[in-house]
């Protein structure tokens, strides 16, 4: 089973490359966003309580991701293998997604990060603001503070991974089919 954990900043590229890798590998995505959204539609037990945490502005707790995460790796028992989207962003996360694949004999396969300079990002993401429509995307002080949130949060859990010889780096320059082949032929050597 192949279990892919795709990292870098905002700008780096992650939804396109995602879409990609996905399509190659015949990965389930598991997007923490869309999971939520799923669960507070369809009115679950635990898209219920997810709610009352977004409607108070704050964040759902490890716990609840954690468990629809578990539900979602249990109705996909036949798949060739996930790609982790937004998830984890935490050491303590990483570690309970470690013991919840453990569960189902499985692990991470690899953090591939998309390493990406620092004003190319910000270029990437002025440029994509054109057709976005997310106002946080025209605005510079918004990008710079997002990437520098990136740096702070992530590096742990890429240290985590890097120490279970996991964490492969990826040059993210470069056109979407040369920065794609990159990071099939790293995945390749899994």
Known sequence: MLNLILFGPPGAGKGTQS??????????HLSTGDILRGEIKAQTPLGIEAKKYIDKGELVPD???????GEKLDHNKMAKGFIFDGFPRTTTQAKVLDLLLA????SISALVAL????EELIKRILHRAKSSGRTDDADRNIIENRIKVY???TSPVIAHYSRQNKFIA?????????????????????
């Not at 716990?63 to 995460?69: H, Y």
């Not at 390493?115 to 620092?118: C, D, I, L």
Request: hydrophobic share 40%; proline share 0%; glycine share 6%.
């Open 19 to 28: 879409e990609r890798l996905i399509d190659k590998y015949q990965l389930v």
């Open 63 to 69: 716990k609840v991701v954690i468990g629809m995460i």
């Open 103 to 106: 569960e189902r004999q499985t």
């Open 115 to 118: 390493e990406v300079e620092h």
């Open 151 to 153: 740096h702070n949060e």
């Open 170 to 190: 990826v040059h993210g320059l470069g056109t979407i089919d040369e920065i794609f082949e990159r990071l099939t032929a790293a995945i390749d050597r899994l």
